[in-house]
């Protein structure tokens, strides 16, 4: 049985295009390069290019880890925003996206929470940031996809930033890993929902989905111990998962993880987009 992540990292053959292991306080980064149908197929992920960076201690050693790792992932936006759109100022639309009302889908809306927006050039990049959280298709009665491409069209954006709280398949990613990608998202797809995928080609401008797991489905920890079970030769009702598959499990400390990956995230594109520093940012929201 195929079990669902957003996480490209979980999927293939763990043959990564690079990977680096020997940044501080444990963090890994892995980039894997989807660019053929055979890397399709073999990561069951659109193509596109997926940067991971894992920090299996954030949590216990925060805030000073959460810093680093702000720093971390705003040097790998920077670059990714400088082969979207180059060196000309531009304009910069956030979208955060999720259920405000539900901890574990509220990541994108805290990120939003936590950006410097601005409707002038300011800061080193002299880039223009904007938010906006649409809210999901259950409050609004709108589809979320089409929505946010109103927007995008609307606001004339240059270059669109996805964030949203996402599904893995290890439990022991949750909450101290972040993806960056360039592939899109479909909002609420870990729920099996069948709306429209959010990228560059939908969106008419140049797309990077940001994001931490939060998630897992229920089916999955529960396909984990079968399997175990069935190494041992332990007869399995495959019907058991027909009562299981609209369910997901979060961590008791979801509250924390996502004020912590809100803050990462937030941070990390203020830092990126505006080239305001982490001591100012902290000034600013004194």
Do not use: W
Request: aromatic share 6%; charged share 20%; with cysteine.
């Amino acid at each position: 049985m195929e079990f669902y992540t957003d996480l490209a990292c979980e999927k293939g053959t763990q043959n990564f295009d690079e990977v680096a292991d020997d940044l501080e306080y444990g963090c890994e980064e892995i980039v894997i390069n989807i660019n053929t149908t055979k890397k399709m197929q073999e990561y069951g992920k659109p193509k596109g290019k997926y940067y991971l960076l894992n920090c299996p201690n954030l949590e216990v050693l925060a805030p000073v880890v959460a810093d680093y790792v702000a720093n971390q992932l705003a040097d790998y936006l920077r670059l990714t925003l400088g082969e979207k759109i180059g060196e000309k100022v531009g304009k910069i639309l956030v979208v955060g996206l999720g259920n405000k009302d539900l901890v574990c889908d509220s990541l994108g809306v805290k990120t939003a929470e936590n950006l410097i927006v601005s409707t002038f050039e300011t800061g080193k990049n002299k880039n223009i940031l904007t938010a906006f959280c649409p809210g999901v298709s259950g409050h609004t009665g709108i589809i979320t996809s089409k929505l946010v491409k109103s927007v995008v069209q609307n606001t004339k954006a240059d270059l669109v930033i996805l964030v949203d709280s996402l599904c893995a398949i290890s439990a022991t990613r949750l909450g101290n890993s972040f993806q960056i990608s360039d592939s899109g998202i479909v909002a609420g797809g870990a729920m099996g929902n069948n709306d429209e995928i959010m990228n560059s080609k939908f969106l008419g401008v140049p797309t990077i989905v940001m994001g931490t797991p939060l998630v897992i489905r229920t089916e999955t920890i529960i396909g984990e111990v079968l399997t175990k079970l069935s190494d041992e030769n332990i007869d399995i009702d495959q019907n058991i998962y027909k009562n299981i598959s609209n369910l997901i499990v979060t961590p008791k400390e979801i509250d924390r993880l996502v004020s912590l990956s809100s803050y990462i995230l937030g941070n990390a594109i203020n830092l990126a987009v505006l080239g305001i520093s982490l001591q100012d940012q902290k000034l600013l929201n004194f």
